[in-house]
Structures are given as structure tokens and as C-alpha cells.
């Protein structure tokens, strides 16, 4: 789970992380409020708040919002209104979002922090060691993953301690990679340790500051921040599950979560039931190359063993109106095929059965699976192995056409 | 032989009495699966499925001599799980579990740090050597004896594997799910090491996906190895778009965007003959036999 740039550097701030002055607007009003909170004779920021990277190179689709990118440098206070104007309500694209983008719903609103020198920092895991991992690097303006393929060196990975993050040997290596004054040591721990800390605490997975900048006094200022959060772990973390943006989430994707299944879109045409990430992607490669056909999304239900939530899973992927065939695909371990039977048989009974749809069962229970379909009466039709089930199901699509 | 279960392992079961965990160690123990005892805090004393119930695993190692544990405990419980099976110096211990917080994995691979239990999974099938132990959840009515071992990160994948053995008229040494979860405990290295080491195993499928690096460290491990077994390798995912996500972090880590093809790459430059099909396994696994008959 994602939050926004403004919730993680509250975060931060309470681990000691200095941030900018920033509020958040809603309104155009708003931002003018909040911009006068904030600096009193600016400059301002004032910053799209949409989960994804490279706002500032992204652009706007409406034509009212102009030419600018979602992070817009604002030097006089008049002008704050109706530069908010244009962004609020306008769909950003950058290379993140997809070429759908997304809405601004909201802007923050921040003081402009003047800043001498800066630099990129991020914790994630590396899970070869397995470690929280802080990677540090002076990208003197290149893109940072274009730094990651062609000159990896000028990244520095350290790999921290669970329980005492950095030592102050790590953060001297830290301090010498990026060409520190020594005055900026003390910050340098304390934003480094207050990232770790921040990161344990919350079970995050992914936190990113990205600039981080150092001003002429030496002090260390997040400029941006984004935080990703285990899913898994967020029921110890109620104060972060309400922060859930259900408007980055789409709507079928929450359905599917509530029952406990993993839901994806892509944009072909076949709607794909799988109880494994790998089947799935097994799947998805051999659906491409097979000419107009293409994977519509993905449902993969894991171990789900509730016949009722099954069935509510099968109808997502029913009433999902790009699909125009169902490729069902369960090899039965935990999950016991004749489940997926009966629900497949309660959703369509349900919503209706109105485009092709192909079953492969393998695994437990699964001649109880194809008795049950057979007794049902429904025009599905039996395959068995995973390629075959791609091929009747093609076939099944190109007769229906 | 085969590796890490068979026959004689005394295998415990922890969370024993709940539904599903129930119906699958009963048909564990139909299969042959040496089961000598359960463990359910609180349930101490009680028999169910026939072997006697423990409130600990070590009081149950104590009473059995157990020596293997297989753990169907909800995903928040599973940190204290492994630590009593590690603290018990049980050789082996398999996590069903999905959904297990990555912090508490970060915990559980420093507390097996030099320990002498090893850990598969979490969110994997299990391990299985056909006819003699079956630890977990695979269906069981695909296996077949055989010289043939299968590893891999994808559950579904592995039955899938299996179907391929089978279709290649082969069958199986032993089968580990390595699990889907970004921290995982055996890795493709130390298994391969184990099935290079088996003699009685003749070649190996290595199933890898898309997530890590995992494959890259098996393929480099393979390629130094002086003395080999044939692998036979897929790696799921190449179909995959560029998702939706949130900051660089992820590629940064791994110096780019890892794809599929990469993996296969590195699989095939280590000397692993990698197939773009997965329902290509048998005809390879046929071509290796048959050349050596």
C-alpha cells in the first residue's frame, strides 16, 4: 500500500526529519490559505499529490492545466490561486501512471526550501542479503534508475541492522560517497536513522526521498517523500490502513482485495482465473503472441477455500466488459478444485454465462471439479493442460465472433 | 535417498488440529508420510488424527524424536512457529503460510543464521518425495517415483513441472516449492547444491519468475560448479507490462528493470537448457534421457 507525499513526510517529521513547511488543499481556496501558513512572501510549492514518481517530467492532459508538470514553482502570491485552479481536477500522466495518468485530487502546498547541494536516498530491501538497505546517490540531475543501468558504481548500497540501523562507520562511508562537510554529520545520522526507525516501526517497505536537500547551513531537509507499506503487516498498522486512497486503487482491484484475492488489468481481451503469481504470468506469456488476443486481467485467487467468495471473484472477472473470454486455470493443492467448480457455476448462474469460457483443472479434487460442471448444464468447455486451454478457448473466441 | 525428506522422517505438524491442516496431514499420512505427533498450544495430552498432541515442539521432539515439522499456522503466528522449531534443532521445518509480514521474515532469516534448521517456504506447496513424504499441500496423485528433482518459486508451477516429468515418461526424486514471498528461506543454490550431491537424482527442473535475483545467483552457482547434473530451466513472466508503482527504489536495488528474458539469459549462459514454454519441459527432459540410454 501507497501513501501520499504529504502523509509520508509527516511520518518522517516524527522521526526527527526535517521537512518543509507544507498543507494540504483540496480547493484552489484552499492553497491560498495554505500558502500564506506556510511562507509569507514565498516562493511556494505547490505539488500534485498522485502516488507515482517523475511528477515534476509528467504532464497534464487538460488543456486548462497548461504546459507545466505536476511540481510547479509558484514566486508570487497571487498566483497561487490560479495555478491551483489549473491542476486541481486534471489528470496527470508520467512514466509511473500509465498513459491513463491520473486525477489531482489534491495538491500540497509547500514554503520553497532553498537548498545548496542534493542528492537521492532510499531504503528498500535487499532480499539476496537479507537486509534494510539504504541506497545513497549524488545524481547531480540524471534520472536515478538511467544511474542504476549504466553506472551502478555511483550508487552506494549499505546494508543496515535491523535493530541499530546505521553505525557511525556506515554513516561516515555515507559521508564521504556524497563529498559532505563535516558539519552535516549529525543531520546525516539523524535523517538516515530517523528513515530506519520510521521503516521498522511501520512495517514499510519502501521509503524514498527523493531529492533529499542540504542547505547552506548543513542542514538535511526531505524535499519529497513516498512510502510503500506490507500489505501483509497493515494489520498491525490501523493509523496507516485508514490512509488508503481507495481512488489509486482501481475499483475492481478493491473488490477482489476485500475477498482476499490479487486482481490486475492489462489491456486485452481474455479474463484469466488462476490460483498462483506464476500460473498467472504462464498464462499471460502464452496468450501473447497469439495475434488480437490479450490478457484483460487477472484474478488470482491463492489458496481460497470459501466456495461464496469464490463465486464473488468469478463474477469481478464476469462483469469486467473488456473480457470477451475466461480462461480458468487451477492446479489444486490447497485450494480444492471442486470449489472453484461450485463457484464458478453460483457466479454464472447469477450474472450469466455470455462469452466463451475454458476450464483446466489438475489436482486435488479435481474429478469432483469436472463432475460438478458437466451436471451444470453451462456451455464450458473442458481443457487439459494449460497451453490446450489457450488454444479452445481462442478457438471458442474466433467461432463466437 | 532423495533430499531433505523421505521415509524415515519423523515429521511433527504444527497448528495440527485446525480444518484445513487436518485434512491435509490425514492425507499426508495416507500417502506414508511418517507423522509421530502434532503440536497445538493448549491441546496438550489430546490424540488427533491418531498421533498424540504437544502444547510445545520440543516437548513433542522430546516424546517422538521428531526431526521434521510441517506448520499450518496463520500468517501472524509463524515468527514464533520457526522459532520454536529452531530452538527444538528440528533438521527441517516447512511454512504453508501466505502472507507473512516481510519484517517478521527479516527476524526469522537472522534467527536461522547459523542455526541448524532449515526453512522453506513461506507460501509454498511443501516438499514431496513421491511415495515415501509428502510436508504440505501438493496433490499428491500427480507424483510419481522417479530420478527427476523439481524446484522452483511458483506453487502452481511446480505441479505443472510435474506433469512434465511425467508426460516425459520420468518421474520424481524430490519436489520443493521454494515459495512465492519476497523473503523465502532454502533458496534455488542450496537445493541444487543437495540434488547435485543425490544420487539419486539424474537432472533437475529449476522453475524461476519474475521478483529478485534469485535465478541470477542459482545460474552463476550452476555455471562454477565442476561437476554437473543436466537443469532444465523456465522462468515465468515475460508477458508482464510495466505495473503501476511507486518510486525507483525497487529498480535501483537490482540496477534496472529486471525482466524474464534476463533470468533466461543468465540460466542459459550458465549452461542451463532454458525452455520459453513451460509445457516444453517433457521434450527436453526426453532429449537428455534418451541421448544417454
Same mark, same amino acid.
Given at each position: 500500500m501507497n501513501i501520499h507525499e504529504y502523509q509520508a513526510k509527516k511520518i518522517l517529521s516524527q522521526y526527527g526529519i526535517v521537512i518543509p513547511k507544507g498543507m494540504i488543499a483540496y480547493t484552489p481556496h484552499e492553497a491560498k490559505k495554505a500558502a500564506a501558513q506556510v511562507s509569507f512572501r514565498g516562493p511556494w510549492m505547490l505539488k500534485a499529490q *498522485?502516488? %507515482?514518481?517523475a511528477r515534476n517530467k509528467g504532464y497534464f492532459t487538460d488543456k486548462k492545466a497548461g504546459r507545466r508538470g505536476g511540481i510547479r514553482l509558484v514566486r %508570487? /502570491? /497571487? &498566483?497561487i490561486m490560479p495555478e491551483a485552479e489549473k491542476m486541481l481536477g486534471s489528470t496527470l500522466v508520467t512514466v509511473q501512471t500509465g498513459p491513463k495518468g491520473k486525477q489531482v485530487g489534491r495538491i500540497y502546498v509547500e514554503a520553497f526550501a532553498k537548498v545548496r547541494k542534493t542528492f537521492y536516498a532510499s531504503l528498500v530491501i &535487499? /532480499?539476496? *542479503?537479507p537486509a534494510i538497505t539504504l541506497l545513497v546517490a549524488d545524481t547531480n540531475d540524471e534520472d536515478i534508475t538511467t544511474l542504476a543501468i549504466l553506472s551502478p558504481e555511483n550508487i552506494l548500497r549499505v546494508h543496515l541492522d535491523l535493530i541499530t540501523g546505521a553505525s557511525p562507520e556506515q554513516i561516515q562511508e555515507v559521508m564521504e560517497f556524497l563529498n559532505?562537510?563535516?558539519?552535516v554529520a549529525k543531520n546525516l545520522e539523524t535523517f538516515i536513522n530517523g528513515m530506519h526507525q520510521a521503516f521498522v516501526d511501520y512495517d514499510a517497505v519502501m521509503i524514498e526521498v527523493n531529492p533529499v536537500g542540504v542547505t547552506k547551513t548543513g542542514q538535511i531537509i526531505a524535499l519529497d517523500a513516498k512510502m510503500s507499506f506490507d500489505n501483509n503487516a497493515l494489520y498491525r498498522h490501523k493509523e496507516i490502513s485508514v490512509l488508503q486512497d481507495e481512488y489509486e486503487e482501481e475499483d475492481r482491484e478493491l473488490k477482489a482485495a476485500k475477498y482476499g484475492f490479487q486482481y490486475s488489468e492489462f489491456d486485452g481481451n481474455i479474463g484469466c482465473i488462476v490460483n498462483g503469481d506464476g500460473i498467472a504470468l504462464t498464462a499471460m506469456d502464452l496468450i501473447r @503472441? /497469439? @495475434?488480437d488476443y490479450g490478457t484483460a486481467c487477472f484474478l488470482n485467487v491463492k489458496g481460497g477455500v470459501d466456495k461464496d467468495k469464490i463465486a464473488a471473484g468469478i463474477k469481478i472477472i464476469m462483469t469486467n466488459p473488456r473480457v470477451e473470454g475466461i480462461l480458468i486455470n487451477i492446479l489444486g493443492g490447497f485450494l480444492r478444485c471442486n470449489l472453484i467448480a461450485d463457484g464458478i457455476v453460483a457466479a454464472a448462474s447469477e450474472v450469466g454465462l455470455n462469452v466463451p469460457l475454458v476450464v483446466r483443472f489438475e489436482g486435488t479434487n479435481k474429478d469432483e471439479a469436472k463432475d460438478i460442471l458437466e451436471h451444470s448444464k453451462l456451455p464450458i468447455i473442458i481443457a487439459e493442460d494449460m497451453e490446450d486451454s489457450v488454444n479452445k478457448l481462442i478457438t471458442a473466441m474466433e467461432e463466437s465472433d | 535417498m532423495s533430499i531433505l525428506v523421505n521415509k524415515e522422517s519423523k515429521v511433527l505438524v504444527q497448528g495440527i488440529t485446525g480444518t484445513q491442516a487436518s485434512f491435509h496431514v490425514k492425507r499426508s499420512m495416507d500417502y506414508g508420510t511418517n507423522v509421530v505427533a502434532g503440536v497445538t498450544p493448549g491441546k496438550g495430552g489430546s490424540i488427533h488424527l491418531d498421533v498424540p498432541v504437544f502444547d510445545t515442539v520440543r516437548e513433542a521432539v522430546r516424546e517422538t524424536g521428531a526431526n521434521a515439522s510441517v506448520m499450518y499456522v496463520p500468517a501472524r503466528f509463524v515468527k514464533d512457529a520457526v522459532r520454536e522449531a529452531a530452538e527444538a534443532e528440528l533438521d527441517l521445518c516447512v511454512c504453508i503460510a501466505d502472507g507473512v509480514p516481510i519484517k517478521d521474515m527479516l527476524e526469522i532469516k537472522e534467527m536461522l543464521r547459523g542455526a541448524k534448521t532449515k526453512l522453506i517456504g513461506p507460501n509454498t506447496p511443501g516438499i514431496i518425495t513421491p511415495g515415501e513424504a509428502r510436508l504440505g499441500i501438493f496433490p499428491e496423485n500427480i507424483h510419481r517415483p522417479g530420478r527427476i528433482g523439481i524446484v522452483s518459486r511458483s506453487s502452481t508451477l511446480t505441479y505443472e513441472a510435474v506433469i512434465e516429468t511425467n508426460r516425459a515418461g520420468l518421474g520424481q526424486s524430490t519436489v520443493i516449492g521454494l515459495g512465492d514471498d519476497m523473503l523465502i528461506g532454502i533458496d534455488f543454490v542450496e537445493t541444487l547444491e543437495k540434488f547435485m550431491n543425490d544420487p539419486d537424482t539424474d537432472a533437475v527442473v529449476v522453475i524461476g519468475q519474475l521478483g529478485g535475483t534469485y535465478e541470477e545467483v542459482c545460474a552463476r552457482y550452476y555455471k562454477n560448479l565442476k561437476e554437473k547434473k543436466p537443469v532444465v530451466g523456465f522462468v515465468a513472466g515475460n508477458a508482464v507490462p510495466f505495473g503501476h508503482k511507486m518510486g525507483y527504489a525497487g529498480d535501483v536495488i537490482t540496477n534496472g528493470h529486471v525482466t524474464a528474458q534476463d533470468k533466461q539469459d543468465a540460466m542459459n549462459d550458465a549452461g542451463i537448457i532454458v525452455v520459453n514454454k513451460i509445457n516444453n519441459i517433457h521434450a527436453e527432459l526426453m532429449k537428455l534421457f534418451s541421448a544417454h540410454d
Open positions: *498522485i502516488q %507515482s514518481g %508570487s /502570491r /497571487r &498566483d &535487499d /532480499r539476496m *542479503i559532505l562537510e563535516p558539519k @503472441g /497469439r @495475434g | -
